[in-house]
């Protein structure tokens, strides 16, 4: 089986939808929201300011 490098850990709604991204070969998080014609991606980030990284991550 192929290794990927981005895996889609969360998933929310149908039309307006929230993913939650995370890199397999860092661990770092990522939001990505799409509503219709609009979309956004971006890091996720602790309160430090921070990369967040998925606490169950072991690369």
Do not use: W
């Amino acid at each position: 089986m192929e290794n990927k490098r981005f895996e889609t850990i969360y998933t929310q709604g149908k039309i307006e939808t929230f993913k939650i991204i995370r890199d397999n070969e860092t661990g770092v998080m990522y939001m990505f929201h799409y509503a219709g014609p609009t979309s956004g991606l971006t890091v996720m980030v602790d309160p430090e300011g921070k990369p967040l990284v998925d606490k169950d991550f072991k690369k």
